[in-house]
């Protein structure tokens, strides 16, 4: 059974708190999720304001979708307005789209208390707009706003709007569950009552997640016969989203036998939803489900000694048929096979006494607050130190870092750092926003001279943790640094009481990392 996904991400999704993409990332994103092959793509609310008049009016000459439709969004005609003359129906024919979703009240509630009218104006209000739209030769999507509160709130009114909407031939009704509050057996109960007297219409279903039930849902809707659902990229959307059709997409091709996206398609699921995730900078939960960067990583030595023999022991799928990819971590719970599976990954062979004497190290080194979950260049060097491989690049002799603060608004960091290059010794200073910015500018300075490539390298992030807050300010800090040289990124720890020589620590890891590894 094809099912077709309809994606919502630039519109609903991007009612999401702290999200308000540009136009070139909203069209950047749509050739994105275009890429993906789902069936529809929402584009907006023309007409709402400037922005989305100009992405439909730029999505005309630039988007160019190869797998989706584009549909514009709006609401039915407004109490006391003709359709002719409302701004938002004529926003929707100026759109240009051939697909429309209008959204239109579904319960007496909402109609008596937000409209404020009763329900025969609601549903001229709806069947007026999609009539109009249909003789302007639009498909028409319903979106039956809180279908499911209102049929538990009185049913016979949510019926009579269903049955008007679909007389007056919307092409596709869509039960929508907008305060995300509805369970799965409740859905069954209404859905199964519903279908069974409509076998020939179009339905389809937009859940938000509120409860944390609308893939659950959305998947309960599909068992019954429903084939359009709903949902946005990572689960994107206002309050706590929408459903995730990162979730819900691979649940349907995987789980169950549904066609929804291509096998090709699915492959970049991961990649996909990562580079949205970098557009809107909202980062993905590194536990999210298939496309998480943790959603098929091992750490428990029990865990890793079953990979080592079949990933099918302790993975539900095979990660790559997501665009994901296996991983081992080493902490304190590793045991042989998990340093020995990490180990590889790096292209390192430890054997056993290599991979016992790397345990004892994490394992000591995680007792003064190191992790190496998050730092696998840094493990990548322990092990390295391991096996006694680990070229000296530079030798260390000092630095020194100070901050002044030379007026109201500025304050600016400056560092010297001494150290030997192949005999050579150099003595270089570096002025940043921070300590830290300021002590890496001195350190390449200091290597430019040897390693020509070594201004490629920048730092993208830096993370810092108290680790035992009790012990106020002689806590030890541990920091986190992420590197990129334009083509790879590469994280690296330091641990210390005084967060400056942490942050050195982390550096000098970084650095020796990409000279090992270039």
């Not at 946005?232 to 990162?246: K, S, V």
Request: glycine content about 6%.
């Amino acid at each position: 059974m094809k099912i077709d996904i309809f994606d919502t991400t630039l519109r609903d999704g991007f009612q999401q708190e702290g999200i308000s993409p540009s136009v070139k990332d909203k069209l950047a994103i749509a050739k994105l999720i275009d890429d993906l092959g789902v069936s529809y793509i929402e584009g907006g609310w023309p007409g709402a304001s400037p922005k989305e008049e100009e992405f439909f009016s730029k999505a005309k000459k630039e988007l160019n979708l190869k797998n989706a439709k584009l549909v514009s969004f709006g609401s039915t005609r407004k109490l006391n307005n003709t359709v002719e003359e409302d701004p938002q129906v004529r926003a929707l024919i100026d759109s240009e789209t051939d697909y429309v979703c209008i959204v239109g009240k579904s319960s007496k509630l909402h109609i008596t208390k937000a409209l404020q009218t009763d329900v025969s104006n609601a549903i001229d209000m709806a069947v007026d707009t999609i009539k109009y739209l249909k003789s302007k030769d639009k498909k028409v999507f319903f979106d039956a706003e809180h279908f499911f509160d209102g049929y538990k709130e009185d049913s016979q009114t949510s019926i009579e709007i269903l049955d008007a909407v679909i007389q007056a031939g919307t092409d596709c009704f869509i039960f929508c569950d907008t305060n995300g509050g509805t369970l799965p057996d409740e859905v069954h109960e209404i859905l199964s009552e519903i279908l069974n007297k409509y076998p020939k219409v179009k339905f389809g279903v937009h859940f938000q997640n509120d409860n944390g039930c609308a893939v659950a849902n959305s998947m309960v809707a599909v068992e019954l016969g429903v084939d359009h659902v709903q949902g946005t990229i990572n689960g994107y959307g206002e309050r706590t989203g929408n459903a995730d059709l990162c979730t819900l997409i691979p649940n349907l091709s995987l789980k169950k036998t549904y066609e929804t996206i291509s096998e090709s398609s699915l492959s970049k699921l991961t990649q996909i939803a990562n580079h949205i995730a970098e557009l809107v900078n909202v980062a993905i939960d590194s536990r999210h489900p298939y496309v998480g960067s943790s959603a098929f990583t091992h750490k428990a030595g029990l865990h890793a000694s079953g990979m080592a023999k079949d990933n099918i022991l302790y993975e539900h799928i095979d990660s790559s048929k997501v665009g994901n990819f296996t991983r081992t971590t080493v902490s304190e719970l590793a045991g042989r096979a998990s340093v020995i599976t990490k180990a590889l990954e790096f292209g390192i062979e430890l054997n056993n006494e290599e991979a016992k004497k790397l345990i004892e190290s994490v394992q000591n080194l995680e007792h003064e607050g190191f992790q190496f979950e998050a730092a696998d260049a840094s493990l990548f060097i322990l092990m390295n130190t391991v096996k006694g491989v680990v070229p000296e690049y530079f030798s260390f002799e000092s630095f020194r870092v100070f901050s002044e603060r030379r007026n109201s608004e500025n304050v600016v960091s400056e560092a010297v750092c001494k150290i030997s290059v192949k005999n050579n010794r150099y003595v270089k200073t570096g002025e940043g926003v921070g300590p830290v910015d300021a002590l890496s500018k001195a350190l390449k300075s200091a290597l430019e001279n040897d390693f020509e490539r070594i201004n490629e390298v920048k730092l993208i992030d830096y993370k810092v943790r108290i680790i035992d807050s009790s012990d106020g300010t002689e806590a030890k800090t541990r920091v986190l640094i992420e590197f990129t040289d334009g083509s790879k990124q590469w994280s690296t720890i330091g641990v210390h009481e005084n967060i400056i020589n942490a942050s050195w620590n982390a550096l000098c890891d970084g650095f020796n990392y990409y000279f090992m590894t270039s």
